[in-house]
T-cell receptor, first 111, second 113 residues
């Protein structure tokens, strides 16, 4: 059974701090990796995609990928209360059309 | 701008009813998906369509069927709704290709009484 693991949280950080969200995956054939943000009662919204080892930055967000360790992370700099949401990690299942989603980490940014 | 719409945000149905959930995307995407999301279980794939009239079962297809007669529209059908199908239903689409991003619609919260 291929899996994507995330700590469910909640992860609480003070406003202005860096939030670090982590995800591990089991399928070594995975080639594409995504982070989604989901507010309570809403649908997931894509915030980052990453395909190569290393860092990818977009505004306050940085995604980090280490395929050897099967590890993906998302850093949120200068965290704001509006960043409070559940963050879903998604990984494509190697050789198929499917994505495997983690169950998400709930982030709380305290004002 | 990416746009995926779903026919209803909230829906209440009775056990045994036939239920239709519709999803429309305006991005000319080849691939479309139906998921359900339940607390603690995450997103689970019900069905996938990789092109018009083409479909594949996902992880939990039992009790569901789908229809894709036009590229922009993907329908999920609950043949005979049951209480265990109460859930949030999410439609997504993407450009064809296994590595591309999926974009989600707003979701339909279905309650089966």
């Amino acid at each position: 059974q291929k899996e994507v693991e995330q700590n469910s949280g909640p992860l609480s950080v003070p406003e202005g701090a860096i939030a670090s969200l982590n995800c591990t995956y089991s399928d070594r054939g995975s080639q594409s990796f995504f982070w989604y943000r989901q507010y309570s009662g809403k649908s997931p919204e894509l915030i980052m995609s990453i395909y190569s080892n290393g860092d990818k930055e977009d505004g306050r967000f940085t995604a980090q990928l280490n395929k050897a360790s099967q590890y993906v992370s998302l850093l949120i700099r200068d965290s704001q209360p509006s960043d409070s949401a559940t963050y879903l990690c998604a990984v494509n299942e190697g050789g198929t059309y499917k994505y495997i989603f983690g169950t998400g980490t709930r982030l709380k940014v305290l004002a | 701008d990416v746009k995926v719409t779903q026919s209803s945000r909230y829906l209440v149905k009775r056990t045994g009813e036939k239920v239709f959930l519709e999803c429309v995307q305006d991005m000319d995407h080849e691939n479309m998906f139906w998921y359900r999301q339940d607390p603690g279980l995450g997103l689970r794939l019900i069905y996938f369509s990789y092109d018009v009239k083409m479909k594949e079962k996902g992880d939990i297809p039992e009790g569901y069927s789908v229809s894709r007669e036009k590229k922009e529209r993907f329908s999920l059908i609950l043949e005979s709704a049951s209480t265990n199908q109460t859930s949030m239903y999410l439609c997504a689409s993407r450009v064809g290709g296994a590595y591309n991003e999926q974009f989600f619609g707003p979701g339909t919260r279905l309650t089966v009484l």
